[in-house]
């Protein structure tokens, strides 16, 4: 069982940074491949990033989005810069133990509560 936490969402004009941050449970974090997701209201799920060894990013966020982890911290981290209006978003953290980066939401296991992302105009 894999617990995790995130944090560091907020309010933030467009063009600013936020810093996303998600620490998990347990003593097996570098074995999983970690992701970030997000969900506007009235939209579906979305992939954001992924990271296990390598990254995976979606071409929506590539460029402007850096997906880090620390294992000894177990922390998975979302680095966005110049932030749009349409980034407003829930952002989740997700685990899975496939060594294949995925998008997929429905191959990841562990879920987080979501941290609330807020760009302003």
């Known amino acids: 069982q894999v617990q995790l936490v995130e944090s560091g969402g907020g309010l933030v004009q467009a063009g600013g940074s936020l810093r996303l941050s998600c620490v998990a449970s347990?003593?097996?974090?570098?074995?999983?491949?970690m992701g970030w997701f997000r969900q506007a209201p009235g939209k579906e799920r979305e992939f954001v990033a992924a990271i296990r060894r390598s990254t995976y990013y979606a071409d929506s966020v590539k460029g402007r989005f850096t997906i880090s982890r620390d294992n000894d911290k177990n922390t998975v981290y979302l680095q966005m810069n110049s932030l749009k209006l349409e980034d407003t978003a829930v952002y989740y953290c997700?685990?899975?133990?496939?060594?294949?980066?995925?998008?997929?939401?429905?191959?990841?296991?562990?879920w987080g509560q979501g941290t609330q992302v807020t760009v302003s105009s």
């Open positions: 347990g003593r097996t974090f570098s074995n999983y491949a």
């Open positions: 997700a685990a899975h133990l496939s060594v294949v980066l995925t998008s997929d939401p429905a191959r990841y296991v562990y």
